[in-house]
């Protein structure tokens, strides 16, 4: 349990760059999530850590140690892979033990060991079995805790979660952060789901194209998104284009907002459709533009609403189904009001913001 | 049309059909089946009835085979195992047969595996080459192999001609097509992310090699050896040019008798061997299941 240093890690493959200039250091104990579309490198990055394939150039540390050129089994690095990646031939008891037999433990060592391992994820009653018998949840259960047992520095997920049922999905990311902050183990995730990436981690690592777009914490990297790809990857949002006038932001079709956090070169802002209020009245209230509702799509939880701006500009609304003031579509007028610290200014670079 | 007419058709597009094309449909279906059953029929006689018909053979009486059979005996297979070219070629049969596989699993294993991971280059060629021999006619190959040995004897001096090392070099020729080939499609089914979970556990290549990826591989293996067994016992063509005088190997001494004889003995050693390599498949399939084998 350590903390990891990456230093300008690269790969390169021909002259088409998967990761380029991956730069992180990951405090000991911190469960860190890679975010990103399928190709954005996050994967890759992870099978650098692994040892699994060598970097074009740049460094990685485990503590103090150089770990760069240091073979896969000579790591100290425990792995969940997202097909599970079991010993089919081997019990569930021997798929634990592995690690611990290949580190020449005594017998008893190993029994007490995997014995406690296999509880921590609720399969002790099934270490006779054989992986074909288990279900994928359980399945995934059984190599956590083989990648656990050999007290890992570090433990790699890489899309642990994506085989399984939406469910089962919630409880085994419940179980994962569990047991990471019981074990105390330095944690790096690999997902594409926004979702869950938000409710596990403890920071964020938004990234595209090998490259990383914003690194901070969950909640920061919602409401702060460093640029229109990180504001679109993660939740619903409206992007409307325009200038700064006047510590104000003007659209290109003439609406002006306030907003609280306008960087004065930004051409951007992003408003989340949670925040947008739909009311019936003009009050004393920052942003209140009249609009009209052109479509709803009922989600359950709540409803989205597509409304025209007098402008012409066109915003997604999304309401609870708890709250007030549900209107319907029509040909009345409602009001939008946009508290004036939710219209956030960004700029369209990569941009880092280390918390 | 009533509602149970409809839900009678067969398959969504029927359900709409006049009564009367569904029946034509039924029709059909039948008339399908039956041509696939009788398809099945077919080739599974053909295939039983030249096995049949050796046992058959093996118990008739008379030296001369003739239907009806005058009547019947166990006697040819005295007379097959007291046959010392039936047997003294049946030892040579299983210990070229032998030697071949362990020779030819030993160079197709690695070869599988570092033609599987692509890491050699020409890799296709490479396949290409070791398949050659399943290929080119085994009787080229056999005339082929005799006179690169006698030229080979002339430059170096060693006895190659006639030798049994020479044989089995021969015979692996033969097996080293099927290992490959069964190696290469069973390691195609070990999935490359259990050998990274072994190495991220700790396993060095051998370990990974010796607790993963050879167990994993382990039916294919078995299959590898079955076949390149019953292909090497049973070859005649590279052994004829290959045995040295006075030794000859199973399929070459029935051969040399069916020259001058035909008397059920030699259905009878036939049996034998149908048995024999009947028990190994059955024995080997206690111990690794043959439906995943093949």
């Known amino acids: 349990m350590s903390r990891v240093t990456i230093h300008s890690l690269s790969k390169y493959y021909g002259t088409s760059a998967v990761l380029d200039g991956f730069e992180l250091e990951i405090n000991q104990g911190e469960l860190v999530v890679f975010l990103g579309p399928s190709g954005c490198g996050k994967t890759t990055t992870l099978r650098l850590i692994a040892g699994f394939i060598t970097p074009s150039s740049g460094r990685i540390l485990v503590g103090e140690r150089d770990i760069t050129h240091v073979p896969a089994y000579d790591r100290n690095i425990g792995v969940v892979f997202q097909n599970y990646a079991l010993f089919p031939h081997l019990s569930v008891f021997e798929n634990v033990a592995f690690g611990l037999r290949r580190r020449k433990r005594s017998e008893t060592e190993i029994r007490q060991k995997v014995e406690k391992a296999l509880d921590m994820v609720a399969m002790g009653h099934l270490a006779n079995r054989m992986p074909r018998e288990l279900s994928g949840g359980q399945q995934q259960r059984v190599a956590i ?7 890992p520095d570090v433990l790699l997920l890489d899309e642990p979660l994506s085989n399984l049922d939406a469910k089962l999905r919630l409880s085994i990311r419940q179980e994962i952060r569990r047991l990471q902050k019981s074990l105390g183990i330095t944690t790096i995730l690999v997902t594409h789901d926004q979702e869950e990436a938000m409710s596990i981690a403890d920071r964020l690592v938004v990234m595209k194209d090998g490259e990383i777009q914003q690194i901070g914490p969950p909640q920061r990297v919602y409401a702060e998104p460093a640029n229109t790809f990180v504001a679109d990857f993660i939740g619903g949002a409206n992007f409307l284009t325009g200038r700064v006038i006047d510590n104000k932001f003007q659209t290109a079709n003439g609406l002006i907002l306030a907003a609280a956090h306008l960087p004065p070169d930004c051409r951007s802002v992003v408003i989340r459709p949670e925040r947008i209020k739909i009311t019936s009245h003009h009050g004393s209230l920052d942003n209140a533009i009249t609009a009209r509702i052109a479509n709803e799509t009922f989600l359950g939880s709540g409803r989205i609403f597509d409304v025209r701006l007098q402008g012409g500009d066109t ?41 | 049309m009533s509602i149970t007419d409809r839900q009678s058709a067969p398959g969504v597009g029927a359900d709409r059909r006049p009564a009367r094309a569904a029946d034509r449909w039924y029709a ?17 006689f053909c295939l039983l009835v030249p096995l049949v018909l050796v046992m058959w053979l093996s118990v008739f009486e008379s030296e001369i085979p003739a239907i009806p059979p005058s009547g019947y005996t ?20 299983f210990e070229v047969a032998l030697l071949a596989t362990l020779v030819g699993l030993g160079i197709s294993i690695p070869a599988s595996l570092a033609l599987h ?35 080979l004897e002339i430059a170096t001096g060693l006895p190659l001609v006639g030798s049994t090392m020479g044989l089995g070099a021969g015979h692996v020729l033969l097996t080293i097509p099927w290992c490959l080939r069964l190696l290469l499609a069973n390691i195609c089914g070990v999935n490359r992310t259990i050998e990274e979970a072994a190495a991220s556990l700790g396993a060095k290549p051998f370990a990974v090699l010796g607790k993963v990826t050879l167990p994993l591989m382990w039916p294919g293996v078995v299959a590898a050896a079955l076949f390149s067994f019953v292909v090497s016992f049973g070859n005649l063509e590279i052994s004829l040019f290959l045995v040295a005088p006075g030794q000859i190997t199973l399929p070459i001494a029935i051969l040399q008798y069916l020259e001058w004889r035909i008397d059920p003995s030699v259905a009878a050693i036939s049996v034998l061997q149908i048995l024999l390599i009947t028990a190994g498949l059955l024995l080997t399939d206690r111990f690794v299941p043959l439906t995943k084998v093949v």
Request: aromatic residues 10%; charged residues 15%; without cysteine.
């Open chain 2, 74 to 93: 166990f006697g040819w297979y005295g007379k097959a195992l007291a046959n010392k070219q039936f047997t003294g070629g049946a030892s040579l049969s």
């Open chain 2, 117 to 151: 991971r692509r890491r050699v280059p020409f890799s296709g060629a490479i396949v290409q080459f070791l398949m050659s021999p399943m290929i080119l006619p085994a009787i080229v190959i056999g005339a082929g192999l005799y006179v690169a040995l006698i030229r």
């Open chain 1, 315 to 355: 915003l997604s609304v999304y309401v609870g189904a708890g709250e007030d003031g549900q209107p319907s579509p029509g040909h009345d007028d409602v009001v939008l009001h946009i508290p004036a610290k939710d219209v956030v200014g960004i700029r369209d670079a990569t941009a880092r913001a280390e918390p």
């Open chain 2, 28 to 44: 059909w279906v039948g008339i399908g089946r039956a041509i696939y059953f009788v398809g099945v029929a077919a080739s599974l």
């Open chain 1, 145 to 151: 805790a083989r990648a656990v047992v050999i007290e």
